[in-house]
Structures are given as structure tokens and as C-alpha cells.
T-cell receptor
Framework: AQKITQTQPGMFVQEKEAVTLDCTYD???????LFWYKQPSSGEMIFLIY??????QNATEGRYSLNFQKARKSANLVISASQLGDSAMYFC????????????FGTGTSLTVIP | DVKVTQSSRYLVKRTGEKVFLECVQD?????MFWYRQDPGLGLRLIYF???????EKGDIPEGYSVSREKKERFSLILESASTNQTSMYLC??????????????FGEGSRLTVL
């Protein structure tokens, strides 16, 4: 069974501070991809970062980095130097590369950046 | 710029009406998806399609049907709308297989209210 768990319904962070959003996953696939998406209040889903299960280095994209711990099945998103525009819902997702094209999403974390 | 376009941002329908939600992508993607998003439940897959005229049930297909007559267009149909189908509907597309990261590209969403 494929499952994504985000245990933090809501998070607050001070502007310019770093924040970690947690994500754990469960999969029977040996090969899979992990994704993070941002959804501002306007509703569109914005792709942030990707980590392949066989990637040896943690993915980074600008202020976003993915803390990938394969043995613990966790793929936490780290946002450095938070900005007011980072306030949004964040979703972790997984795609098993051997089990077709389905994506599995967590329930999301609402991040609020405080000035 | 790559794009997934959903026909309506906001719809209000009455119980029992037939509802069509249209989605068009211009990226020549093989895979297309319909998700439903509700607070606290994340994104739940309704149906997906990996080719023209092909469709697969997702996690919550009851009360919905889909149509994919052309590669670029994927329609979600509510045969007889009910109040519990009031939700945000998100269409997405992706490349098939392992090419690139295979991330989902989303439309802006269609917020449906059934009275």
C-alpha cells in the first residue's frame, strides 16, 4: 500500500527563519519519486521540488531543500529564510515508478509566516 | 509556457443536475488526472487516464465518470450532482513513465457548489 503522512496540520514561522515541514511515506516500490507542492490561497498547485529514491544527494531548489532519509521513509521539506509569500498549504506526494502513474498525496500542512 | 486549463473556476449547480468539468493541456502529456480536494483530506484521486479512450478508477470514483476522446482533453462528469460533491476539483497532467521527474502539472481548479 502507498501512503503519505503529514502530521502537522498547521505551522507558524517567523519571517526570515527556517522551517521544516514533515512528511513520511510508505511504499512497496523499490523505485519512487517524492514531490512537494505549494498551494497559495489562490488555489493553484505549484511544484517545488523532487527527490528520486535512488538519488544520493538531497534535492535543493533555491530556498527549498528536501531532507531525504530513506531508511526512515521521510522526506521533509526545509524552507530557509521564510518570506511572507511562503504562507500557503504544502503537500507532500509520492509516485511509485513501478506501480503505474498514480500520485499519492498527504493531507497537507498550512504554513503561516509571521512578520 | 506549459498549461493546464480548466473550463470553469467557479460553478453553482442544483442537486440532480448533470455537470461537466473540462480540462485541456497543451504539453502533449499522456497522463491526465482528476482530483478532488477537501479540507483535512488532501487530494483524492477520482479517475485518471494514461491514453486516449483509456480510464482507470482512482480512490473515489463513485458518482463520477470521465471521458478522454482526445489526448489533450479530459472531462469529468457528474451524472446527477449531489450536495456531498461540493468541492474543489483539480485537473492535472504528466508525462508517462520515467521521463524527467514526471511531476504533475495542475490546472487552477474548479470550485463546485451543489445546492
Amino acid at each position: 500500500a502507498q501512503k503519505i503522512t503529514q502530521t502537522q496540520p498547521g505551522m507558524f514561522v517567523q519571517e526570515k527563519e527556517a522551517v521544516t515541514l514533515d512528511c513520511t511515506y510508505d511504499t512497496s516500490d523499490q523505485s519512487y519519486g517524492l514531490f512537494w507542492y505549494k498551494q497559495p490561497s489562490s488555489g493553484e498547485m505549484i511544484f517545488l521540488i523532487y527527490q528520486g529514491s535512488y538519488d544520493e544527494q538531497n534535492a535543493t531548489e533555491g530556498r527549498y531543500s528536501l531532507n531525504f532519509q530513506k531508511a526512515r521513509k521521510s522526506a521533509n521539506l526545509v524552507i530557509s529564510a521564510s518570506q511572507l509569500g511562503d504562507s500557503a498549504m504544502y503537500f507532500c506526494a509520492m509516485r511509485g515508478l513501478n506501480t503505474g502513474n498514480q500520485f499519492y498525496f498527504g493531507t497537507g500542512t498550512s504554513l503561516t509566516v509571521i512578520p | 509556457d506549459v498549461k493546464v486549463t480548466q473550463s470553469s473556476r467557479y460553478l453553482v449547480k442544483r442537486t440532480g443536475e448533470k455537470v461537466f468539468l473540462e480540462c485541456v493541456q497543451d504539453m502533449d502529456h499522456e497522463n491526465m488526472f482528476w482530483y478532488r480536494q477537501d479540507p483535512g483530506l488532501g487530494l483524492r484521486l477520482i479517475y485518471f487516464s494514461y491514453d486516449v479512450k483509456m480510464k482507470e478508477k482512482g480512490d473515489i470514483p463513485e458518482g463520477y465518470s470521465v471521458s478522454r476522446e482526445k489526448k489533450e482533453r479530459f472531462s469529468l462528469i457528474l451524472e446527477s450532482a449531489s450536495t456531498n460533491q461540493t468541492s474543489m476539483y483539480l485537473c492535472a497532467s504528466s508525462l508517462r513513465g520515467r521521463r524527467g521527474t514526471g511531476e504533475l502539472f495542475f490546472g487552477e481548479g474548479s470550485r463546485l457548489t451543489v445546492l
